[in-house]
C-alpha cells in the first residue's frame, strides 16, 4: 500500500456487494458481466489502466476481464485457476464429480437457486468439504460466515 492504492472489491453477488435477481440463463452474473462491474469500480475511483491481484473465481473474472478491456489492465496476476475451457475439454468422470457444481450452476433458473436455498448450510458444506482435506482448513467461524452469506436474501 506503500506504493500502490488498493481497492479490494466483492463480486456482484458476494459478501455484502449487491445481489440483482438472477435473469434465466445467468448472463448478469457471467464473468463479462462481472468484469465490467470491476471495470466501472475502477473508472468511478480515477483508475483508466491498473493492475490486478486476483483469485479463484475473481481470477476468472479477471481473466475476463483482461480480454474484454485489455487496454485497461497494465498487470496481472492470477492466483489457483486453470483455464475453463481447457477444463472443460478434459472433463472425465473424476471432474465432473469433484466439480459437479460447475454443471449444477449453469442450470436454468431458477433449479440451481430453488435447491440450494433449501437449505444452504447442507450446500456450503458439501461443496466446501467436497475436497480431499474436507472442512478442516475451515475455522468454525470462517465456515459460519460462509453460511451466513449464502443464506442472505438473493445471495443464491
Not at 53 to 67: E, K, M, P, Y
Not at 99 to 104: C, D, K, R
Not at 116 to 125: L, T
Amino acid at each position: 500500500a506503500r506504493h500502490f492504492s488498493v481497492i479490494a472489491t466483492d463480486l456482484r453477488g458476494y459478501g455484502a456487494s449487491a445481489k440483482p435477481p438472477g435473469e434465466p440463463d445467468h448472463a448478469n452474473y457471467s464473468k463479462r458481466a462481472m468484469a465490467a462491474d470491476q471495470l466501472a469500480v475502477m473508472r468511478h475511483f480515477g483508475h483508466e489502466r491498473f493492475c490486478v491481484c486476483a483469485h479463484d473465481r475473481g481470477a476468472r473474472v479477471a481473466h475476463r476481464l483482461a480480454l474484454d478491456h485489455g487496454d485497461a489492465v497494465e498487470r496481472m496476476m492470477l492466483l489457483d485457476i486453470a483455464p475453463t475451457l481447457a477444463m472443460y475439454e478434459k472433463t472425465d468422470r473424476a471432474f465432473a464429480t469433484a466439480y459437479f457444481h460447475w454443471f449444477f450452476l449453469i442450470q436454468p433458473a431458477p433449479l440451481p437457486e430453488t435447491l440450494i436455498g433449501a437449505n444452504p448450510d447442507v450446500y456450503v458444506e458439501r461443496v466446501m468439504g467436497g475436497r480431499s482435506a474436507g472442512l478442516a482448513p475451515f475455522a468454525p467461524e470462517a465456515l459460519e460466515a460462509y453460511r451466513r452469506a449464502l443464506r442472505q436474501p438473493g445471495a443464491v
